[in-house]
């Protein structure tokens, strides 16, 4: 069981450059999440997926796109990234009626 | 709406004191309550958690939690430091009901270091 996998690991991207981070989970998991984390910040909700199929808005979605592929796998879009997207970001996973977020190891971007 | 606070953004305590950290929250309906560990660059590991069973709640590595309706409290709490405790510490609520768009979220604190000295 390998739980939460988040690629890349590292990724440094210019203004204006597009990528996307990948998420998957192996424990059948119906709900996923992405945060970003910044000092001082805590972590704050960029996405969530309730369940294959859905997504949602969180707390700072602008600038980013989600795609649930299937129930393993939530992916995160920069379209065009901006400095102030540099941070930490987090993938997890949850499953009802369960109540605990289990996370990845995080993708830590830098935007020049 | 839901909500927490840490009190302390960084904590720190000789080896083999007692730990204390506090968290408090608000909710507007009944809440689930989580502490997370962050050890450096690596993602968060649940602590412990609280779903409205038992009020002291006991975790990993030796670490418990009281919650506290009166207080709206849920403070993190172990008896002995130990240098491996060193970490970013967070506290997170949720509600525990269905209906709003705030279900199934977690609303995390600002986080608080812990540090200790040998």
């Known amino acids: 069981n390998a739980g939460v996998t988040q690629t890349p690991k590292f990724q440094v991207l210019k203004t204006g450059q597009s990528m996307t981070l990948q998420c998957a989970q192996d424990?059948?998991?119906?709900?996923m999440y992405w945060y970003r984390q910044d000092p001082g910040m805590g972590l704050r909700l960029i996405y969530y997926?309730?369940?294959?199929?859905?997504?949602d808005k969180g707390e700072v979605p602008n600038g980013y796109n989600v795609s649930r592929l299937n129930k393993r796998e939530f992916s995160l879009r920069l379209e065009s990234a901006a400095p102030s997207q540099t941070s930490v970001y987090f993938c997890?996973?949850?499953?009802?009626?369960?109540?605990?977020?289990?996370f990845g190891p995080g993708t830590r971007l830098t935007v020049t | 709406a839901q909500s927490v606070t840490q009190l302390g953004s960084h904590v720190s305590v000789s080896e083999g004191a007692l730990v204390l950290l506090r968290c408090n929250y608000s909710?507007?309906?009944?809440?689930?309550l989580f502490w997370y560990v962050q050890y450096p660059n690596q993602g968060l590991q649940l602590l412990l958690k609280?779903?409205?069973?038992?009020?002291l709640v006991k975790g990993i590595n030796g670490f418990e939690a009281e919650f506290k309706k009166s207080e709206t409290s849920f403070h993190l709490t172990k008896p002995s430091a130990h240098m491996s405790d060193a970490a970013e510490y967070f506290c997170?609520?949720?509600?525990?009901?269905?209906?709003?768009?705030?279900?199934?979220?977690?609303?995390f604190g600002q986080g608080t270091i812990l540090t200790v000295h040998p």
């Open positions: 997926s309730a369940s294959e199929g859905t997504t």
């Open positions: 997890a996973s949850s499953v009802y009626p369960s109540y605990e977020q289990y």
């Open positions: 424990m059948n998991h119906n709900s």
């Open positions: 997170a609520v949720r509600p525990s009901k269905a209906g709003g768009t705030s279900y199934g979220k977690l609303t």
């Open positions: 909710s507007s309906v009944p809440p689930y």
């Open positions: 609280y779903t409205s069973a038992a009020t």
